[in-house]
């Protein structure tokens, strides 16, 4: 059963970049697309982006200017970094496993609460 | 962009009742759709996915259907621990990426 653990700091500055990143273990990094969702406090999920193991990453529109999604196959990580933060960005980060057909996103971390805010 | 659009926002009912709820899409999904359900504090839990398969471990008091625009996620008798928000998701080649639902949060009337 894939695990999958999110890290990095809790508190981030405005303008900023927000660094995590997301620890797979239990199965390979290569048997899923991961993406990255959030949701602000009290409020409803949002889609960061997605990527394959080998492919290039797919971000939201609203969020592509400054994100990065990554995958170090190494150290069976996934990556998310987003640049010049504002208070808008204060959400719960987590990490999931979509199939590569299936439409559902199975397996997630338990959530990491990034706040922005100087 | 595809939106999904749920509904109702809030959904009062008691337990041992039936739960339906809607999912709309402003374009064609296929039957590329899933439904999460979200417990205060927790990460959410996927319950369907492309429209109509139970994940591993769900009761069968879940169960989606539909196609295209239009799903519906039922829950055929409500248990207590089946009060919570629910989420719809769908999954796109082109424009390429996912989308959710604002939310149907379902209450103890």
């Known amino acids: 059963q894939v695990q999958l653990q999110e890290s990095g700091p809790g508190l981030v500055k405005p303008s900023e970049t927000l660094s995590l990143t997301c620890t797979v273990s239990?199965?390979?990094?290569?048997?899923?697309?991961w993406t990255w969702i959030r949701q602000p406090p009290g409020k409803g999920l949002e889609y960061v982006g997605h990527i394959y193991y080998r492919g290039s990453a797919t971000y939201n529109p609203s969020l592509k200017s400054r994100v990065t999604i990554s995958v170090d196959t190494s150290k069976n990580q996934i990556s998310l970094k987003l640049k010049s933060v504002t208070a808008a960005d204060t959400a719960v980060y987590y990490c999931?496993?979509?199939?590569?057909?299936?439409?559902?996103?199975?397996?997630w971390g338990q959530g990491t609460l990034v706040t922005v805010s100087s | 962009e595809i939106v999904l659009t749920q509904s109702p926002a809030t959904l009062s009912l008691s337990p041992g009742e039936r739960a339906t709820l809607s999912c709309r899409a402003s374009q064609s999904v296929s039957n590329s759709l899933a439904w999460y359900q979200q417990k205060p504090g927790q990460a959410p839990r996927l319950l369907i996915y492309d429209a109509s398969n139970r994940a591993t471990g769900i009761p069968v008091r879940f169960s989606g259907s539909g196609s295209g625009t239009d799903f519906t996620l039922t829950i055929s008798s409500l248990e207590p621990e089946d009060f919570a928000v629910y989420y719809c998701q769908q999954r796109s080649n082109w424009p390429p990426g996912l989308t959710f639902g604002g939310g149907t949060k379902v209450v103890i009337k």
């Open positions: 239990g199965d390979s990094i290569s048997s899923y697309y």
């Open positions: 999931g496993t979509l199939g590569v057909a299936a439409s559902g996103i199975k397996h």
